[in-house]
């Protein structure tokens, strides 16, 4: 389990914001956590991260050129959960809390019988999001190797 951690903490360094203006931040929300809600919840690890990782980059998008915080960061959702341009926004009171309500939101749907791809299409209806979503967790299984990743 250890060594799965330091992995995925590993992956989110990876692969954390891009931006010369988010890269002194901290990264918000430790491997650890991940781990514990795709164990608890049962969700596919691969899942947690990629969605993570498309909508805020782990959290680590947090600002703008100006350095106003987005609305990710402004309301500690990693997932941009709830997020969009209605101004009801979902916020969090700790960034842990908001990966916990996704593995909450991903519980919900596979156990309705929800198949993945369509779990992606109600997250985010616009593109081919499931494309990009499979993409992305076929990568962390890449990189996650022979670790055990039973959930």
Aim: hydrophobic share 30%; glycine share 8%; net charge negative.
């Amino acid at each position: 389990m250890i060594d799965l951690i330091a992995k995925v903490d590993e992956y989110i360094k990876l692969n954390r914001s891009l931006e010369p203006y988010d890269r002194e931040y901290e990264i918000p929300v430790s491997g650890a956590v991940y781990v514990d809600v795709a164990k608890r919840y049962d969700t596919p690890l691969k899942y947690v991260l990629a969605i993570a990782q498309r909508e805020s980059r782990f959290g680590t998008d947090r600002y703008t050129k100006n350095g106003n915080l987005t609305r990710p960061g402004q309301y500690k959702n990693i997932f941009s959960m709830g997020l969009d341009d209605s101004g009801n926004n979902i916020g969090f009171e700790t960034w842990e809390k908001g990966v916990e309500s996704f593995g909450r939101w991903y519980r919900r749907f596979d156990d309705a019988g929800v198949l993945d791809c369509n779990k992606w299409r109600i997250y985010n209806p616009n593109g081919d999001y499931c494309a990009h979503v499979e993409e992305t967790a076929n990568g962390i299984d890449y990189f996650l190797g022979s670790l055990d990743v039973n959930y």
